[in-house]
Nanobody, 124 residues
Framework: QGQLQESGGGLVQAGGSLRLSCANPRRTSSNNGMGWFRQAPGKEREFVAAINWNGGSTYYADSMKDRITISRDRTKNMLYLQMNSLKPEDTAVYYC?????????????????WGQGTQVTVSS
């Protein structure tokens, strides 16, 4: 961990929005797929969203797919996750990760580099 740097988390009321950012200062993953995962207290880390190397293909977890958008700016080595209509059950630490190849996956083992995570707390 530590190759990537998340930011943008915080406390928001239910129904609110947040935009998470993930910086890749070492450019370790500019040609790799990228993803977002989250982990709530006492739960397994779960897949949220993923994007392929050039941003042309995305995939979302069913639990959030109508409320989130993943995007990337390869010129800035940045990854983003726009989250809308947030719910208390979305409360978790959100992690960005770089895939092992140009595509993407939905399991943590398919990702080689991780950030430290950013806390998202949604109050009811």
């Amino acid at each position: 961990q530590g190759q990537l740097q998340e930011s943008g988390g915080g406390l928001v009321q239910a129904g609110g929005s947040l935009r998470l950012s993930c910086a890749n200062p070492r450019r370790t993953s500019s040609n790799n797929g990228m993803g977002w995962f989250r982990q709530a207290p006492g739960k397994e880390r779960e897949f949220v969203a993923a994007i392929n190397w050039n941003g042309g293909s995305t995939y979302y977890a069913d639990s959030m797919k109508d409320r989130i958008t993943i995007s990337r700016d390869r010129t800035k080595n940045m990854l983003y996750l726009q989250m809308n209509s947030l719910k208390p059950e979305d409360t978790a630490v959100y992690y960005c990760a770089a895939a092992r190849g140009a595509g993407y996956g939905t399991t943590a083992s398919q990702y080689a580099y991780w950030g430290q995570g950013t806390q998202v707390t949604v109050s009811s």
